[in-house]
């Protein structure tokens, strides 16, 4: 994973994956979410534990359970478009579509 990083890969984590991004030392100054019952070793290492489905921060996603599917992977589909066109694209509830060129989405909280 450290490897991963220092090549500047994305790092996806979800449920109990966090704990092998905590152990590398990957999540000290990274919002991040997963399964909340190891949310201590986020905080413990670093990290801050946000209480949402799906959360981005940077090159590195993360999900709390198999059920935050939706939200994690649209997220990951983000990076994706991004990464292909150099510009963000995500559609509203109206079905239209948003580019944003900052990386990050103005439809993000």
């Not at 670093?46 to 649209?74: L, N």
Request: hydrophobic residues 35%; neutral net charge; contains cysteine.
């Amino acid at each position: 994973m450290r490897d991963f990083d220092k090549q500047e890969k994305w790092l996806f984590s979800i449920c109990h994956g966090i704990q092998v991004l905590a152990a590398a030392g990957l999540t000290k100054g990274k919002n991040v979410t997963c399964y909340e019952h190891v949310k201590f070793e986020v905080e413990s290492t670093g990290g801050k534990w946000i209480d949402k489905q799906a959360v981005r921060d940077g090159r590195m996603v993360t999900g709390q359970t198999w059920q935050s599917h939706p939200d994690f992977y649209r997220e990951v589909m983000e990076l994706s478009y991004y990464r292909d066109f150099g510009t963000s694209l995500i559609s509203n509830n109206f079905g239209h579509s948003l580019p944003v060129t900052n990386n990050r989405s103005p439809l993000a909280s």
